[in-house]
T-cell receptor, first 110, second 112 residues
């Protein structure tokens, strides 16, 4: 069964810290992996997409890595800000379907 | 920036009513999806479509139907709403070249 897990479930950090969010998937036959941000009661906003052939992608203060053989992806957020507070989800694309993780709820304290 | 729209944004209705949630996108994407998400919980796939006249059921599809008559439009219908349908409904479309998912703002449904 294709499963996606995310650790930690929740994280609270002071402003300015660098942090890492983890995403693990059981089936490594992926097309790509996408990281999203979701604010309470809202839709999902795409942050980064990594194709299966890529090792990492960067956008501003965000860097996502992919290790397909070990079934893991990390999202690195540099110099966190209170505006980064949200739930972060990873979604694995298996071609016929997308499997979402449960998310990491991040709080960045001023 | 993705152009994907959902209406209504919020809906409160009584049990037994028939409702249709609208989703439209102006990007010409062939693949579209409906997800259901309870607060703080995972997304669950309800239905998906790979193009006009193509619809498939997901994990939670048994109490709803969809249609895909036009590329840009993918409405979801609940024939008889129940309190268990209270949830947020998210629509997404996928860009063909990159397989990037784009989400609409969601419809928050409350069934009394």
């Amino acid at each position: 069964k294709q499963e996606v897990t995310q650790i930690p479930a929740a994280l609270s950090v002071p402003e300015g810290e660098n942090l890492v969010l983890n995403c693990s998937f059981t089936d490594s036959a992926i097309y790509n992996l996408q990281w999203f941000r979701q604010d309470p009661g809202k839709g999902l906003t795409s942050l980064l997409l990594i194709q299966s052939s890529q090792r990492e992608q960067t956008s501003g203060r965000l860097n996502a890595s992919l290790d397909k053989s070990s079934g893991r992806s990390t999202l690195y957020i540099a110099a966190s800000q209170p505006g980064d507070s949200a739930t972060y989800l990873c979604a694995v694309n298996y071609g016929q379907n997308f499997v979402f993780g449960p998310g990491t709820r991040l709080s960045v304290l001023p | 920036e993705a152009d994907i729209y959902q209406t209504p944004r919020y809906l409160v209705i009584g049990t037994g009513k028939k409702i249709t949630l609208e989703c439209s996108q102006t990007m010409g994407h062939d693949k579209m999806y409906w997800y259901q998400q309870d607060p703080g919980m995972e997304l669950h796939l309800i239905h998906y479509s790979y193009g006009v006249n193509s619809t498939e059921k997901g994990d939670l599809s048994s109490e709803s139907t969809v249609s895909r008559i036009r590329t840009e439009h993918f409405p979801l219908t609940l024939e008889s709403a129940r309190p268990s349908h209270t949830s947020q409904y998210l629509c997404a479309s996928v860009a063909g070249l990159t397989d990037t998912q784009y989400f609409g703002p969601g419809t928050r449904l409350t069934v009394l």
